[in-house]
C-alpha cells in the first residue's frame, strides 16, 4: 500500500519506547514528562464534574462550538493577562487538545513541503515530531542559559530569508529546564519585529515556577501581532484530559479555527465544563502553590543527589522552573550507550539526541524529576552516579 | 503573513456559518447533524463517571498511551465483531477524536499534494474539508438507491491508475441516508480487491437502523486487509466526549498511531474511561433501542408531512436509518436561493452543493429529521412545503 511520502519521516517516539520498557515496576524512570499524580486534585475535579452533569448535562454531551466553551475562554484570558502581561480577550483564545495539538495545527497552518523552521537547539521532541509531518526542515539556533543566541539568530535569519516560522520554548524548556531572561525576551522581539515571521511561544511550564519571578509572555512586546502564544493545563491541572489553547490575532486564529474544525469538530465539550466549572469553584492558585512547593523541593533533592553521586565535571542545568533537568556528559560519549546500561541496572532517562532535530549532539540526556517520589529520585540518581562514575574512570585511564 | 499553500482551499464549513443564523430560537433548524440531546443517558453517565473519579481517579487525569484505554478498545473490538461481522480484536483498535479526525488521519497518511480520492456522489463535507486539507483531487462516482456504481467506480480506476485512496459510506449517509445493498457491498470488495487502494468505510450511523436489518461492515470481505473501518460514540451515545476509533490492519494501524501521538498523544483518557465503564455498567442496546424507536418515529413524521406539504414531483429519500434524509428539487433549482427565503422565513437546512466535492450539484438539500421535536418537525416541514410550492408554480407558469 502506498502511504504519503510524510510517512517516510516519521518514526516512533523514542520517549514512547522508552516509556514501554520502563513500565516494569523495577524501574526507576526519570524518562517521561508525566506530573506527579498524587498532586492532582482529584476530589476537586469530582466536584466540578457534577455540578457540570446535573447542571448541564445534555448540553455537556452534545457537539459544542469549534473555538470552544466560552466561559472557559474567558478564563484562560483572564488568566493569561494576570500572569503573563499578554493583553488578550476571549475572542483570541481557540480551544484545543493540549498544546501538542497546537503544534500539529501551527505546522498545518505554515508550513509547505521544504519549509524552513527555527528552533532552539535542543528543543522539544514532541514539536520536532509534530512539525516533521509538513516535512520541514529544521535550523537549530543556538540556545544558551540565558536564551537564543540573538547573533546567531540574527545570522540565520539574513541568511535564509525564507525561513517560514520560529518555535521557541522560553519558560523552563523541554527538555533543558531553562528560562530566557528578560533582557533577551525584549531583544528576540526587537529583532523578530523586522520580519514578517510567525512565533510560536510555547508555554506549558510558565507557571510552575521555584523563584518566584513569572517573566512576561513575548507577547508583552508584540508589536505586529506576529506571536502566537500555545499554553496547557496538562501541567497545571491533569493532562489526561488534553485540554490547551491557542491565542493569536483575529487573522491567525481564525485560520487555526478553521484548521481546528476539519481536524476533530472541538475539543471535549464535557473537559472543558468541568475545567472551567473547577476554576469556578476552586482556586488554582492555591492548587498551583503546591504544585510549585511539591516539584521545588524534588528539584533541590535531585539536584543535590547529583552534585553528591556525579562525577564533578558533568554539567547540569539548575531549573528556577518546570519539570527537567538537563545534563550534558563528556563531549565524546552517547547518551544512548548510557541508556541501555543503565536500564540493565533498573533507572531510565531520555537521550538527548532526538530533542536536536537535525542530531548535532549525542552527549546529554533529559532527567524528569517531577513523576518519581522522593526515595527513588535519591536512589536512581545515586545508581546513575555509579554507572556515569565507572563510565568515567573507563574514559579517564583510555585518555591516559 | 505567509500560510501554507493549503489554507487557500479552505473555506469555513457552509453547515458551520448555517448553524450560526439558525442559534436564534425562533428558527427551526434541519441544518445541523445533531442528536437529539434529551436522549442522551445523562444520569447513567453521571454514575459511571463518579466511578471512574472514585475508583481511579489520579490515573483517569493522568497522560495515558496513544492507542488508548485498554478496556474500551477491547469493548470497542467485540461490539463492532458482534454487530458489523467484523473479526477484530483490541490490537486493531485506535482511539480518536470522534470520527471527524480519523478522517483528517486519514488524508495525512495517504495524501500527497494533488492525488486523487475517490468518493460517493454526494459525500459526507467534513470529510471533504478533512481531505482537502492535504491539497488532493476528488473523483465523485455516481451513487445510486443500491450503492455506489460499479460500472462508474471500475471505470474511474482503470481511467486513473493513480488513485490513492476511497472514501465511502455505505450505511446510511450522510447527507443522503442511503444504505448500500448487502449484494452491493459484496461487488464492491470483489472490485476493490482487484486494487491496492485503502479503502475508508466511515460508519457513524451504522447501529441507528430503523428495519431491524444491520449489514455488515465491508471489513466482512476484506481479503486484503485493505479496509479502513472508522466509528464513534457520537450517535449512538454522547457527541460531546469527542471519542471514535479506526479499525485497521496492524501495518496500517501502527501508522495511524504515529501520527495520533504527534497530533495530540492521545484522546482524553477521562472520556475514554467514563465511556468503558457506561459499557461495563448499563446495556448500551438498550440505550440504542430508544434511539432508534425516537429517530424512527421522526422519520416517519417528516417523510409524511414531506408527503402532505411538497409538491408532488419533489424527490426524496425514504432513510432505513439515520439521521438524514436528502431532497432533490427540480434540475434547475438552487437550494443555496431557497435556503436564503427559507431562513427569511425561520426554517433551516444546509444546502447540497457542498456535499460535492466539484461542485457538481445545486438543486438539492439535506434534512436532519433527529434534533427538531415533533412539533416543530411538522411545523417546518410544512413551511417549507409552502415556500418550495409558491417556487414551483412560478417555475411551472415561466415553463408555459
Known amino acids: ?32 514528562g508525566l506530573p506527579d499524580p498524587e498532586l492532582f486534585p482529584v476530589n476537586e475535579f469530582l466536584t466540578a464534574a457534577n455540578y457540570v452533569l446535573k447542571e448541564s448535562g445534555s448540553q455537556g454531551l452534545q457537539y459544542s462550538t469549534t473555538e470552544g466553551f466560552e466561559p472557559l475562554r474567558m478564563q484562560i484570558a483572564n488568566r493569561m493577562n494576570s500572569k503573563f502581561q499578554s493583553q488578550i480577550t476571549k475572542d483570541d ?41 509538513y516535512e520541514c526542515r529544521f535550523i537549530s539556533v543556538l540556545t544558551e542559559d540565558e536564551g537564543m543566541s540573538l547573533s546567531h539568530l540574527e545570522e540565520t535569519l539574513k541568511a535564509h530569508p525564507d525561513i517560514r516560522m520560529i518555535y521557541v520554548i522560553p519558560d523552563f524548556q523541554n527538555p533543558t529546564g531553562r528560562r530566557w531572561s528578560l533582557e533577551r525576551r525584549k531583544r528576540f522581539m526587537d529583532l523578530i519585529s523586522c520580519y514578517d515571521i510567525p512565533v510560536i511561544e ?9 523563584d518566584n519571578q513569572i517573566f512576561p509572555s513575548l507577547k508583552k512586546w508584540d508589536k505586529n501581532n506576529q506571536v502566537i502564544s500555545l499554553g496547557t493545563f496538562s501541567k497545571i491541572f491533569c493532562p489526561g484530559l488534553r485540554v490547551g489553547w491557542i491565542s493569536a490575532s483575529q487573522e491567525i486564529l481564525n485560520r487555526y479555527i478553521l484548521l481546528k474544525q476539519s481536524s476533530d469538530l472541538h475539543t471535549s465539550n464535557l473537559s472543558q465544563r468541568q475545567i472551567s466549572k473547577y476554576l469556578e469553584l476552586f482556586d488554582i492558585e492555591v492548587h498551583i502553590r503546591k504544585l510549585i512547593l511539591a516539584y521545588r523541593n524534588k528539584r533541590d533533592i535531585a539536584v543535590s543527589a547529583i552534585k553528591k553521586c556525579f562525577p564533578a565535571d558533568i554539567k547540569y542545568t539548575m531549573p ?7 545534563i550534558e556528559l563528556p563531549e565524546s560519549w552517547s547518551s544512548r550507550e548510557l541508556l541501555e546500561v543503565c536500564i540493565k541496572e533498573n533507572v531510565a532517562f531520555v537521550p538527548g539526541e532526538p530533542f536536536y532535530p537535525n542530531g548535532e549532539k549525542k552527549n546529554a540526556f533529559r532527567l524528569n524529576f517531577s513523576n518519581a517520589d522522593e526515595e527513588k529520585l535519591k536512589e536512581g540518581i545515586s545508581k546513575m552516579g555509579g554507572i556515569i562514575g565507572r563510565y568515567h574512570s573507563a574514559s579517564m585511564s583510555e585518555t591516559i
Open 1 to 32: 500500500m502506498k502511504y504519503a511520502n510524510r510517512m517516510n519521516q516519521m518514526t516512533a517516539s523514542e520517549i514512547r519506547e522508552i516509556l514501554k520498557v520502563t513500565e516494569q515496576k523495577q524501574v526507576i524512570s526519570f524518562a517521561g
Open 93 to 133: 483564545v481557540l480551544i484545543v487538545n493540549g498544546a501538542q495539538q497546537a503544534l500539529d495545527m501551527s505546522g498545518k497552518l505554515f508550513l509547505d513541503k521544504g519549509d524552513l523552521i527555527v528552533c532552539e537547539s535542543p528543543t522539544y521532541l514532541g514539536a520536532i515530531n509534530a512539525f516533521r509531518t
Open 202 to 210: 510555547d508555554n506549558p511550564y510558565g507557571e510552575i515556577v521555584f
Open 320 to 326: 528556577e522552573g518546570g519539570l527537567f533537568l538537563w
